[in-house]
């Protein structure tokens, strides 16, 4: 089986968030970077698919050589190698479009991505990619197995579960509970060095227009203050509830 | 052209966002000097729609389409849009409706804007406001496309009535045996509980609360409130509480009008999926914890004192204002 693991270079959580150039640009100004938390999961699945069911494990990520720390933050974890299309990343269509082609070229089985960069929240690569090129596809992955070409997937609904069955070629887009949080995993000493060695290779992209683009960013208006209540006070709280807030 | 908002439903019930999408719709429409068409599947009261404003429901009956299959309502979607000559789809933000949302896109050459929080600012070119960086930031996004789809974030834009005398007509799609690639074999929810994302209140506690068996004040208070109960990552990682209830970067997202959160010290990846709640209220003993610098009330104190107290409190307002 081969996987092909969509991997999203995004801002760490706790990274400040500003615009320059009259905030139409991220401020990556200090930004250290991460593998998306969600694509971390899906990576981690893959390993496991890798060591039990000898697949092969490809990483890619649609970007400038900027992302390449953590393409190799992956391969260091234990992907086999590495593709970064060289473009930069402009909207969640055309990123789709510069995946799929990969795909449809490496003929890949099994796509794992996550359901969200938690940059852009787009939560639409995934099922772009599938639809471009034709295959199944399931959201909010949090149950994978294959045998053979048969998958059986769980999904998260709304209040629940849903457990379904379809055949490969398949995307998934991972989420929390795909693994086991133990499970995730810290590249070591060794696996770092052995990265170096490991292919990263660079493709250019397709020729493709985007479908939407960011016209600018704002930042959410100031807060005000906490009303603080006294702990002797409760009753309090809940007329606040009621009469200010009014949510109750 | 029209605007076709997809109202979804379960077990012939419409959800609250169904309402939310059709008022959006209704509101879009008005501001492109369209009418409006709401798609419903297997939905058994359609009248309701009329009431936030839609004039026009296309109603699919068919049993291929009792269990939801992402391709498959994709696919029908796709058809209405056609034959209604829509080039503005607008989708919710459930689970089914971020599945959907990106199939139809690609399906009908479409750009695609999610996490939308508002009316557009502008129709031409077409510009709609939508989260970015986990609720640190806004984006505004211009969908260049002829053909668009927005995906609406839950409990952003509000439900709101606008009566309408509205139409009814059926439409019997195609639907391809070719699509079914995908099968369901179950289903598993919690049946009768309040769920997340369908909750306007959730009662939320974290480490705070010391172990798993502390949880019964919590499930008080979620049940006089009619709330749905959540945790901080910690909590569902120590298996307190069932994974489906962490809330947060890497769990849920909260979208609800009332967040209380209980001994939970409010690190940024747990405030990354609760800042789209209107109001928030923290309890924790600890004055300097950083969530108090998000929340709207706070009271510092003992949970095991204060949390007994408010639930004796809110009984009390409920007897009242019964
Ligand atoms: C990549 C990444 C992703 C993450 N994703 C998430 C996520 O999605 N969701 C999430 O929640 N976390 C997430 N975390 C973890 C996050 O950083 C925090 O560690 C976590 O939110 C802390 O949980 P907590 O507030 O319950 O526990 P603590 O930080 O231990 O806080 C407990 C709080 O309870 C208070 N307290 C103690 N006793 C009482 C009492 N008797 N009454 C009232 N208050 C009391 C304390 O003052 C303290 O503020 C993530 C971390 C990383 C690195
Ligand atoms: N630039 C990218 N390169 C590779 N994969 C990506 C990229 N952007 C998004 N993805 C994948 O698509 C998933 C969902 O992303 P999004 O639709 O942007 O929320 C991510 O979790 C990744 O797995």
């Known amino acids: ?248 | 052209m029209s605007v076709l908002v997809f109202a979804e439903s379960t077990e012939g019930k419409f959800k609250k966002v169904a309402f939310e999408v059709t008022s959006y719709g209704k509101k879009v429409a008005e501001q492109m000097a369209t009418n409006l068409v709401v798609l419903t599947i297997n939905a058994s009261n359609t009248s309701e729609l009329h009431q936030y404003g839609a004039e026009k429901v296309l109603h699919v009956n068919n049993d291929k389409l009792t269990v939801f299959n992402a391709k498959v309502y994709a696919n029908v979607i796709k058809q209405a849009a056609e034959k209604e000559n829509a080039n503005l789809i607008i989708i919710d933000s459930s689970a089914n409706g971020l599945y959907l949302a990106p199939i139809v896109a690609v399906n009908t050459q479409a750009g695609l804007a999610s996490n939308v929080i508002a009316a557009p600012s502008s129709t031409s070119p077409f510009t709609v406001k939508r989260k970015a960086f986990s609720n640190k930031a806004f984006q505004n996004t211009i969908i260049t496309s002829e053909n668009k789809v927005v995906g609406l974030a839950k409990n952003s834009f509000g439900v709101k009535e606008n009566e309408v005398s509205g139409s009814l007509e059926e439409f019997s799609p195609t639907i391809s045996d070719d699509l079914f690639g995908i099968k369901s074999t179950s289903i598993d929810k919690t049946i009768g509980k309040v769920t997340i994302a369908d909750a306007d209140i959730v009662v939320s506690a974290g480490r705070g609360l010391k172990n798993g068996e502390n949880w019964g004040m919590v499930e008080e208070l979620a049940e006089v409130l009619g709330a749905a109960t959540a945790c901080s990552k910690p909590v569902a990682d120590l298996g307190w509480r069932p994974h489906e209830e962490h809330v947060g970067q890497t769990g849920k997202q909260v979208a609800s009008n009332l967040y209380i959160a209980i001994g939970i010290s409010g690190a940024i990846q747990h405030l990354a999926g609760i800042n789209a709640s209107k109001v928030k209220v923290v309890i924790n003993t600890d004055p300097e914890a950083p969530f108090f610098k998000a929340a709207d009330y706070g009271i510092v104190g003992d949970a095991f004192e204060v949390v007994p107290k408010l639930v004796e409190n809110l009984k009390a307002f409920k007897a009242q204002n019964e």
């Not at chain 1, 990556?28 to 390993?47: C, F, K």
């Not at chain 1, 991505?113 to 959201?139: R, T």
């Open chain 1, 1 to 248: 089986m081969k996987i092909l693991v969509c991997i999203s270079h995004v801002p760490d959580t706790t990274s400040k968030i500003n615009f320059t150039e009259g905030n139409t640009q991220f401020d990556t100004n200090g930004v250290q970077y991460v593998i998306n938390p969600h694509d971390e999961y899906s990576l981690t699945r893959a390993m496991w698919f890798k060591e039990k069911q000898g697949a092969s494990v490809t990483v890619a990520n649609v970007g400038e050589a900027i992302t390449e720390p953590t393409l190799r933050k992956c391969l260091a974890i234990g992907a086999d190698d590495a593709i970064r299309i060289n473009t930069q990343a402009i909207d969640s269509y055309s990123v789709a479009k510069q995946l799929a082609e990969a795909i449809k070229n490496g003929n890949y089985d099994l796509v794992l991505a996550g359901k969200e960069s938690i940059d852009y929240n787009g939560q639409m690569v995934p099922g772009m990619i599938a639809s471009i090129l034709d295959y199944n596809f399931v959201n909010a992955c949090i149950g994978l197995d294959i045998d053979g070409s048969t998958a059986s997937v769980s999904r998260e609904i709304d209040g629940g579960k849903e457990v379904l069955t379809t055949n490969l070629p398949l995307v998934i887009a991972g989420q929390k509970g795909l693994v086991d949080e133990k499970d995730l995993r810290i590249p070591n000493m060794r696996g770092i060095m052995m990265a170096r060695k490991k292919p990263l290779q660079v493709i250019e992209a397709v020729n493709f227009t985007a479908k939407t683009n960011a016209a600018n960013f704002e930042k959410p208006a100031e807060k005000s203050a906490c009303k603080m209540i006294d702990a002797d006070n409760v009753a309090e709280l809940v007329a606040l509830l009621h009469n200010e807030a009014k949510v109750i």
